[in-house]
């Protein structure tokens, strides 16, 4: 088994590392909320006092964080990663980021002797916790081949899009066209209940008819509807509506950058950072559905 450093412990890093240490793989962990930290190590895993000690002797670095900014600097400068990770270190850099963040950190990382893959991940906590995610793949397809064995213990379906940075904008893609299909899925559901349908029946119509999506089939938004997805837990945990709004911001910049057009991203953008404005950041990005309600019962 190897020895893996696992920097970010947040509502999806936790489980992905959790499965890590269940499939045997020795792992020190690091992460700035000392709670997080405590839960790896009470499940075996070692702490390390900064994301610069976790790194010392290990075979594979795995990090998770919120944005480009965080990956970068916990990469790069004289005080980064790159200058304490030994050179022929595999990194999984599984954060969901610009892609010339990714390209830039990879580069960096070329110039000192070290592997690295961008590998974002979709799927959501529950696939974080059960071990199905997705991961979409930028680098070299011989450092994906190494990094198998870790990423066939978090997840199912391992997909190489390209070169570094093509894993990330593979992920914008997808992102962009989840926040546009939750919010219409929301839209729709809210229109129905204005008129008087049951959430629960309009949804197993929908699931069953050529609106079926992602969010009527897994993770719908109203709460009730189905058990086990945050719309029923208050929309606790989940992917929040800031970090759903910070990825249509990444297409938003990526759509920029190539000259392509994104209008209906560009409208569930301004969706969410509407919702996030009425306080609802930290909710589950499901929670736009509440948008909805509010716009209705000012009607």
Not at 14 to 43: C, I, S, Y
Not at 129 to 136: K, N, P, S
Not at 164 to 176: H, L
Request: hydrophobic share 45%; glycine share 14%; net charge negative.
């Amino acid at each position: 088994m190897s020895r893996i450093s696992f920097i970010g412990l947040g509502n999806m890093g936790k489980p992905m590392a959790q499965n890590l240490l269940k499939a045997g793989h020795e792992l020190t962990v690091f992460d700035l909320a000392p709670a997080a930290v405590q839960a790896l190590v009470d499940a075996g895993a070692k702490s390390a006092g900064s994301a610069l000690q976790s790194v010392q002797g290990v075979d594979a670095v795995i990090s998770m964080l919120p944005a480009s900014r965080h990956v970068e600097g916990l990469y790069l400068g004289d005080e980064g990663l790159l200058q304490r990770i030994a050179p022929g270190t595999l990194v999984l850099e599984c954060s969901t980021i610009a892609p010339e963040s990714a390209r830039k950190v990879a580069a960096a990382a070329r110039e000192r002797g070290i592997r690295m893959i961008d590998a974002p991940v979709s799927g959501g906590t529950g696939g974080a916790v059960a071990g199905t995610l997705t991961f979409i793949v930028g680098g070299a397809a011989a450092d994906l081949d190494e990094a198998m064995p870790y990423l066939e213990k978090m997840g199912r379906n391992i997909f190489h899009a390209g070169d570094s940075g093509a894993g990330q904008v593979a992920k914008i893609c997808n992102n962009m066209l989840l926040g546009i299909l939750m919010a219409g899925t929301s839209e729709a559901l809210a229109l129905g209940v204005a008129n008087g349908l049951d959430p629960k029946v309009l949804s197993d119509i929908m699931a069953k008819s050529s609106g079926r999506n992602w969010a009527t089939e897994l993770y719908n938004p109203w709460p009730g509807v189905m058990p086990d997805v945050p719309a029923s837990k208050g929309y606790a945990g989940g992917f929040g509506v800031d970090l759903m709004l910070k990825d249509l911001g990444l297409a938003a910049e990526a759509a920029l950058h190539s000259g392509a057009s994104t209008p209906l991203g560009e409208l569930a953008r301004n969706l969410y950072s509407l919702h996030s404005a009425g306080g609802s950041g930290g909710l589950d990005f499901s929670s736009i559905v509440n948008l909805y309600q509010r716009e209705s019962s000012r009607g």
